[in-house]
């Protein structure tokens, strides 16, 4: 299996500039998170799903981040307008249903720069 | 809410070394706990566990004992090798079946030849 794959790997952009992050979990894992990590704040869960649906949201910093899972094997992250404060790290991990958080699998992550 | 608080870093050792990366937790209820590494350029990956008091978790020479009297779960090594230059992560998940994980802000250690 080619792992949790996440796209694109750096990220140049702009502030005020929309920005979507890709993800592609293992296939047959049920759950899929995004987190965001900083020098500052460490690694913080934004939010993750279930069979697709998000579950919880809490760590969603503000309006504009947005994310979807509109089918089992794909989820974006959007960022719209984009702000330097948003510079970080942003990973997607997966897990399969059972024992969701010894079997956490992530991604290479994508290093976010908004200028 | 729970936490995980972790040794400040960088920690710089020589290749042999004895390794300790202290991680200490508050935490309602009787949480599992992590040790996660994450290599230069990589994702995390899961580097040992344990899911109650006393346990010992386990792993390519790493070991962590679960101190539910010191609330504490400190990462040990022995000899270290440069290829365990990496940043490692103390995390928590509670009792209650949350999918959530509560990460550590992560110690980076790096170890010389």
């Known amino acids: 299996d080619a792992g949790v794959i996440q796209s694109p790997r750096h990220e140049v952009t702009e502030m005020g500039q929309e920005v979507t992050l890709r993800c592609k979990p293992i296939?047959?894992?049920?759950?899929l998170f995004w987190y965001r990590q900083t020098m500052m704040r460490g690694l913080e869960l934004l939010i993750y799903?279930?069979?697709?649906?998000?579950?919880?949201d809490s760590g969603m910093p503000e309006d504009r981040f947005s994310a979807k899972m509109p089918n089992a094997s794909f989820s974006t992250l959007k960022i719209q307008p984009s702000e330097p404060r948003d510079s970080a790290v942003y990973f997607c991990?997966?897990?399969?249903?059972?024992?969701?958080?010894?079997?956490?699998?992530f991604g290479s992550g994508t290093q976010l720069s908004v200028l | 809410g729970d936490s995980v608080t972790q040794m400040e870093g960088p920690v710089t050792l020589s290749e042999e070394a004895f390794l300790t990366i202290n991680c200490t937790y508050t935490?309602?209820?009787?949480?599992?706990l992590f040790w996660y590494v994450q290599y230069p350029g990589e994702g995390l990956q899961l580097l040992l566990k344990?899911?109650?008091?006393?346990d010992k978790g386990s792993n390519k020479g790493f070991e962590a004992t679960y101190r539910k009297e010191t609330t504490s779960f400190h990462l040990e090594k022995g000899s270290v090798q440069v290829s365990d230059s990496a940043v490692y992560f103390c995390?928590?998940?509670?009792?209650?079946?949350?999918?959530?994980?509560?990460f550590g802000k992560g110690t980076k250690l790096t170890v010389n030849p």
């Open positions: 991990a997966s897990s399969p249903a059972a024992s969701t958080n010894e079997k956490l699998f």
């Open positions: 296939s047959g894992h049920d759950y």
């Open positions: 799903f279930n069979n697709n649906v998000p579950i919880d």
């Open positions: 935490a309602t209820g009787y949480p599992s």
């Open positions: 344990a899911t109650k008091a006393d």
């Open positions: 995390a928590l998940s509670d009792q209650g079946g949350s999918e959530k994980l509560v």
